[in-house]
């Protein structure tokens, strides 16, 4: 344990047991960072009321107790009754050092791992992934590299819609079409003009309708050969686009990987028998309804959850209560993590209640829905064309990858330095332009609508891709000017001046964050994190002369901080998914 946050917890927490007895073992010392120290404890003034005492004197009876001289200098108590540390300089260097000589950088193994899912990205299949898609996409494989990372059991599932009525339509259109066609390679490359033309077609073709219609019914049935030939060949032609587009992206998700909705279409009828079976659903309107408590219409009645419609079929939602019971009986999952839109907010709530009432969902299982904000235009609606269409997936990465080669061409233009020759800037654009699309959409909290702005995320300002990239990139040029092997780096950090201080200070909360963002299922913490060192990495550098510090010793402290944070920012920028170039 090197985050001094929890270092000091731990041993406020033993002297409150030591001053007050048993009973205080479970109080949170409540650590926070202070503005005349490193770090305060603001226990005492809450304990004031149950001990009878003021909290300035209990104040005084826990540092009586407290025994933290090999972290801190003495404990000050301060205003009302705060405890205020400043840690030892030698303690941070230490722990640095120890940081940068440990290959998990500090961060903790969980005690108790347990099987994870976390679903994501989930598109339908046959139609083109759209930039709400990307974002899920995006920020679950951040969810999932962490959950995997602090050593949980993850399991990567991705929810792709593969069954349901459109299937006929395009079905039908494959069969028009032959599978050899340019119009069936579309599947591989633009799904969403292959749905369209479908589509028009059913809009317009009242005998191709009819088809479409009696193949849904084929294919539900489920048992006849040709249509489900047919079926997995276009669910196969895009399989490949996903394969494509997940590559592209540095997004960990593979074939094995994708368990859609048709994998779990045996189980729907006993989803229905179980519910009505169980008094939890009955006939409304012709159609099968649970209403589970707690959910009303504005007007008070109560909100039906269909789980089959009056024609019979099945839907989204008896396939996720399917999905459910699967994930808890048979794969025996401890937590499942949905990185859904936000809009579907409404819809998880009830289907996870209706799942708790029927005993299928048991308390100690944590089911939860991680819900993904909005990108949205500069008007503030759906991020469109300016014709008004969804903004096509690989045009946006194309245009992403093409401003970053923008912004380094510019930034190459700006600098005196001779051109350094034989760089690759075709791969370091799509590094940076792939990086700053997915950084923007990790650095919002999750499940706030953002702004797509190209100005804003292609930029080497502020809490971009781009800035933390250059970061790496900065440290790596400063070995590779000194003919230095970051592997040789292994301290001692000593802690000096005060840039120096700060940085080694905030490497040793990397540990802390990353326990966090798997719990919380929230990677923008990581990201403000990173920003942070990068930030106090830069005021370091321009403050401390590292290649020519006055003497060896603190220049290889300064190599080896370097090496800390340049392992720090690429392990956590590794944990995001955010490729990195070795050079920009
Ligand atoms: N395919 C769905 C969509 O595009 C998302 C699936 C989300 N996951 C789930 N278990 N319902 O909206």
Redesign the pocket.
Known sequence: MSDPQQVLSARVQHALVAAFGADYAGADPLIRSSQHADLQSNVSLGLAKKLGRAPRDIANEIVAHLDVADVSEAPEVSGPGFINFTLNGGWIAGQATGLLGDPRLGVPRTEHPRTVIV?YS???IAKEMHV??LR?TIVGDAIARVTDFVGDHLIRDN???DWGTPFGMLIEHLVDVGDDSPEAGLLRTDPNAFYQAARVKFDSDPVFADRARERVVKLQSGNDPATMELWDELVELSKAYLRDTYARLRVTLADDDIRG?SFYNDLLPGVAEDLEAKGLAWLSDGALCAFPEGFTNRDGSPLPVIIRKSDGGYN?SS??LA?IRYRVDKVNVDRAV?V??SD?AL??RMVFAVAREAGWLPAGKQFEHAQIGMVQGKDGHRLRTRAGDLVKLSDLLAEGVERARTLLDEAERDTAAPKDGGLDLDAIAEDVGIGAIKYADLSTTRDSAYIFDWDRMISFKGNTGPYLQYATTRIRSIFRRAAIDQADLNGPILVTAPAERELALKLLGFGTVVTQVAATAEPHQLCSYLFEVASLFTTFYEQCPVLKADDEATRQSRLSLCAAVLRVLTTGLGLLGVPLPERM
């Open positions: 679903e989930s598109p339908n709400g898609h899920t929810h792709v819609g909705e989204y396939t996720d999905t949905y859904v839109g579907q819809h998880f």
